[in-house]
């Protein structure tokens, strides 16, 4: 069996209780998170340049929804969507949703969530210990990549961009775009990181492996494609997310992550079902709500919606969960990853170390089933996307207990590739 060279993860350790993250405050009421914004899809997209200009609006396309962001006077976004709703010629009007990621905090530098051989481990701080005999509760990575690492399939990570200065994740960068408002800083590379969310979240999918450095990614071999939808505090707007859908479409990904969660948008539904018709898998956050409640772009009928296990194999106290909707789970607690060797505001709240920490939530466990996925897509020639979930799905290990929480089980890396 290959063993994982894991030196360098130096930082002190530190356990923290999960918090997970709401989504913002201005979700609520149907207002959006850049006041001024609504999105509107017309029957008739040919008349619809002329429609709003009788109501003295513009809008801009977004993606390959068929939708308009349509700019309105701040305040009246309410006002506009039912006004615009009752129009004959508007299949809907609906706001700009606030898209937010989901992510929780505590701190222990180990990577069970790739390889779990049932040794004792004990950090070392001597707070916290792991005994032997502990349940195998990894997705056996390591010996997938006895079948292949990779093979530069592409996996685009739509969150908050992905730091340019770290060494175990850059590199793997093929492509960066900015949907998020926030903007570039001189001298900085387009979607870098200042939240430290999509690092750690690339990191999961495909940190390099055998470098002497830092992590693993569950796909080593993989390309990162760098769709920067979320700003610099974490937040970004349904008509972000899917811009960055489309990007990622268009630029050849295989597999798209979006380890966030945001309220029902139609438009965000279309730009999922048009990335499912063009063969991509998807796969999403199922949320850190700790019930059943569900959370989009996961409960989408097209997308794998992952919730979180902890290292003995049991659904984490924070995860989302319900097997009518949650589709798998994975790691998700003490998730160790890259992080922004920069400043980055998750630092600031939740004492992150630059370089390597560990992160909790489902968003962690969704980064893992997106590198399963990308192995998987890279060991089966001529597969579809519909396979390629089959894959995933028909192979996760039924854990006892959890049958009632997601309608498959934990992901397996390794059965998913064979």
């Not at 005994?131 to 195998?136: I, L, Q, R, S, V």
């Not at 991509?280 to 992952?306: C, F, M, R, S």
Request: glycine share 12%.
């Amino acid at each position: 069996m290959r063993k994982l060279f894991t030196a360098g993860l130096t930082a002190a350790l530190l356990v923290l209780g999960p918090v997970p993250l709401a989504l913002p405050a201005n979700a609520a009421g149907g207002t959006s998170p850049q006041p001024g914004h609504v999105l509107v899809k017309f029957y008739d997209d040919g008349a619809a340049a002329g429609i709003l200009h009788r109501r003295g609006l513009d809008g801009v396309d977004v993606g390959s929804t068929g939708a308009r962001l349509v700019s309105v006077p701040a305040g009246s976004e309410d006002r506009f969507i039912e006004a615009l709703s009752r129009d004959p010629a508007v299949e809907y009007a609906e706001a700009d949703q606030p898209v937010a990621a989901f992510t929780s905090d505590q701190y222990f530098p180990r990577q069970y969530a790739l390889q779990n051989d049932g040794q004792s481990f004990t950090n070392t701080a001597g707070d916290l210990t792991i005994p032997a005999g502990t349940p195998d509760a990894d997705v056996d990575a390591v010996e997938a990549w006895d079948v292949t690492t990779g093979n530069g399939v592409k996996v685009a990570v739509l969150d908050s961009g992905v730091a340019s200065d770290n060494p175990d994740i850059a590199p793997k960068v093929v492509a960066r775009a900015n949907f998020s408002g926030s903007a570039t800083k001189a001298g900085d590379p387009v979607a870098e990181d200042y939240y430290g969310h999509g690092t750690h979240v690339a990191g999961s999918v495909a940190a390099t492996t055998d470098n002497t450095i830092g992590v693993a990614g569950v796909c080593p071999g993989c390309s990162i494609l760098a769709g920067k939808v979320l700003d610099d505090n974490g937040v970004g707007s349904s008509s972000a997310l899917a811009n960055g859908i489309n990007w990622a479409v268009s630029n050849g990904a295989k597999v798209i992550n979006m380890s966030l969660g945001v309220r029902a948008s139609r438009t965000l539904e279309t730009a999922v079902n048009n990335a499912w018709s063009k063969g991509v898998v998807l796969v999403a956050a199922a949320g850190n709500g700790g019930n059943q409640t569900k959370i989009y772009p996961g409960a989408y009928t097209h997308v794998i919606a992952v919730g979180a296990t902890d290292n003995n194999d049991a659904k984490a106290s924070f995860s989302t969960y319900g097997a009518s909707w949650v589709d798998v789970a994975a790691p998700g607690v003490n998730v160790y990853s890259t992080f922004p060797n920069h400043p980055f505001v998750l630092a600031t709240q939740n004492n992150r170390s630059q370089g390597y920490d560990v992160g909790n939530g489902s968003s962690m466990s969704s980064a893992i089933v997106a590198g399963a996925a990308a192995l998987a897509w890279s060991s089966h020639p001529g597969a579809t996307n519909t396979s390629i979930r089959a894959d995933v799905e028909s192979t996760a290990d039924k854990v006892a207990g959890t049958g009632t929480y997601w309608a498959y089980g934990r992901v397996n890396a390794a059965g998913a590739v064979k």
